[in-house]
């Protein structure tokens, strides 16, 4: 397949490193910045896209509409284009839909902090694919060449969807490091925990959303939870206020809202 890709940042270059690793040629790259790249030539934006057969745009959310208007009248070699967003719609690319271009969406499921990691990771991650009958093909099979495994994403479950994804990976992070902040306090490698964490992961895929729940919190040992925010308050105001936001979301969870006013 010939890819043209808009935005070789951390997406669209992991894309199109993982894509010339298995095949494809990358015939042009468009960039903000007119530096070489390593994946393939660099156009100008002001002269017409090459032949491809997929045009690929991996910009900010707030971006894709401007650039897929600012591209339409350079793609008439362009059969097929899709954005890299999880939540912006299809739609947003209605100006290259109106030009004949057969529009789509092709969001890896995966983190991909640069490149180069984020090529090997592509491989195994679920992509969710949208779109219509022309366009969903050609990027159900980019995505299979890299190693993924597609799925439908339609525009109106984009926003959910788009939520869940960033809760399961941000959230993940964001509570790992309270985590690190409250075994360092107590003086201890927060390598410790990665045994537990992996184990908890595992319950809850192969369990449910809200079985794996342990712990004071679980239990409902208000005494215990108050001393746990206590300690994650004498880290610093900064912690403790994370950690008692993500208990209370906890005690929600595990049908134990009522206790959250005795943690106090």
């Not at 530096?35 to 997929?54: A, E, N, Q």
Request: charged share 20%.
């Amino acid at each position: 397949m010939r890819l043209t890709v808009v935005g070789p940042g951390r997406a669209g270059g992991s894309v199109a490193l993982a894509a010339a690793r298995v095949g494809h040629e990358i015939v042009g790259v468009l960039s903000r910045s007119p530096s070489p790249t390593p994946y393939g030539p660099v156009l100008d934006w002001d002269d017409p896209l090459p032949d491809c057969d997929l045009l690929l745009i991996a910009v900010r959310d707030d971006a894709i509409a401007e650039v897929a208007t600012r591209l339409t009248p350079l793609a008439e070699s362009v059969p097929v284009a899709a954005h890299m967003s999880g939540f912006t719609p299809v739609t947003a690319m209605d100006g290259l839909a109106e030009a004949g271009v057969e529009v789509g969406g092709f969001h890896p499921l995966q983190t991909l902090p640069d490149p180069e990691r984020g090529a090997a990771a592509l491989s195994g991650a679920f992509v969710g694919i949208g779109g219509g009958p022309d366009a969903a093909p050609v990027l159900t099979d980019l995505g299979q060449s890299l190693g993924m495994i597609p799925f439908p994403l339609a525009d109106d479950s984009r926003p959910a969807y788009h939520a869940g994804a960033s809760a399961a990976s941000n959230f993940v992070i964001t509570a790992l490091a309270t985590a690190a902040d409250l075994m360092m306090e107590a003086r201890i490698d927060p390598i410790v925990t990665r045994p537990l964490v992996e184990q908890a992961v595992a319950n809850l895929y192969e369990l449910t959303a809200d079985s794996p729940l342990t712990g004071p919190i679980a239990r409902g040992d208000v005494a215990t939870v108050a001393g746990q925010i206590a300690a994650a308050h004498r880290v610093s105001e900064e912690v403790g206020e994370q950690y008692r936001l993500m208990a209370e979301a906890t005690a929600v969870r595990a049908d134990r809202r009522a206790d959250i006013a005795l943690w106090r």
